[in-house]
């Protein structure tokens, strides 16, 4: 007994405790200040290094839709990020991803054995309809993470917000949440819909990413 005690040893995190304690109770967990100014500066200047470059591509959908069907659910541009390579703001990154996977797995035996993030562009204009991230046949997909990485200066007013859709006792009720700087929203990949309504000025950045069992 003991034996098995000691390798699950962990020092107790209030704020992942405060995620898991969210996720249990309604599917999702909203974390302000996830990432500092400091760090969501630094991210933000990365993505925005690598769209300069014309790294980015239009986001696709499951495989074989025409790129008019596409546009009418989504309009954004992803570029994947390869931890392996990754600059010293990715490094930051996956450093505090890394550390909540390691507690979600020792407190939670979540098996989360797999992570795949992606940086996100929403030009002024374009949204992506109510999904469900598991519609590309990936099951795998547990815990989706969204980060956003626009500057201090965002308002309401820009749109873009996230909606989710929670089922409580039997009626749909939209949770509103806006893109603001260093938020982290972690949700349930294959129960909860969402989606991300229109950006109506300015340009929203965000990195989005799943973890995964198996
Ligand atoms: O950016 C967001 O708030 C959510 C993005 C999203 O739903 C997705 O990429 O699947
Ligand atoms: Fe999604």
Not at 23 to 36: A, G, I
Not at 125 to 145: A, E, I, P, V
């Amino acid at each position: 007994m003991d034996e098995l005690f000691d390798q699950l040893e962990f020092i107790e995190n209030p704020l992942y405790e405060s995620i898991i304690e969210d996720l249990l109770e309604q599917q999702y967990s909203v974390v302000d200040n996830f990432f500092s100014a400091e760090e969501v500066f630094l991210l933000r200047a990365s993505l925005l290094d690598k769209y300069e470059e014309d790294k980015f591509k239009k986001a696709a959908i499951g495989n074989k839709f025409e790129e008019q069907i596409i546009k009418s659910i989504r309009g954004d541009f992803v570029l994947w990020i390869d931890e392996k390579n990754s600059n010293s703001a990715e490094k930051l990154f996956f450093n505090k991803i890394n550390s909540l996977i390691d507690y979600l797995n020792k407190t939670c035996f979540l098996g989360i054995l797999h992570k795949e993030f992606h940086y996100a562009i929403y030009p002024e204009g374009t949204f992506y309809k109510r999904h469900l991230d598991t519609f590309q046949n990936d099951d795998r997909r547990k815990l989706s993470f969204v980060c956003y990485l626009n500057d201090e200066n965002w308002k309401n007013e820009n749109g873009g917000e996230l909606v989710i859709y929670k089922d409580e006792n039997g009626m749909e009720v939209p949770k509103n949440l806006y893109p603001l700087p260093g938020r982290v929203v972690i949700f349930e990949s294959q129960l909860l819909e969402h989606e991300v309504k229109t950006v109506l000025a300015s340009e929203r950045y965000s990195i989005t990413g799943w973890l995964k069992t198996r």
